[in-house]
């Protein structure tokens, strides 16, 4: 959920950029969705790890090739 500050940054930034008011409907709901976005691409990000052993395997892979 999006704080009450978030939200009134997000209309502000919305309203500059694309020249609309949002209703407060339509504010949460873009809010939501963007913040949904961000966490799931940003957790996704940060849980993936790969290990300096499976890169060097991979290269070598490809130079045995």
Do not use: P
């Amino acid at each position: 959920m999006v704080s009450d500050a978030g939200l009134t940054k997000f209309r502000s930034l919305y309203k500059q950029e694309y020249g609309i008011e949002l209703s407060q409907k339509e504010l949460m709901l873009k809010a939501n969705r963007l913040l949904n976005l961000y966490k799931a691409v940003y957790m996704k990000a940060t849980n993936i790890k790969i290990s300096k052993n499976h890169d060097e395997k991979a290269q070598s892979k490809k130079n045995y090739r």
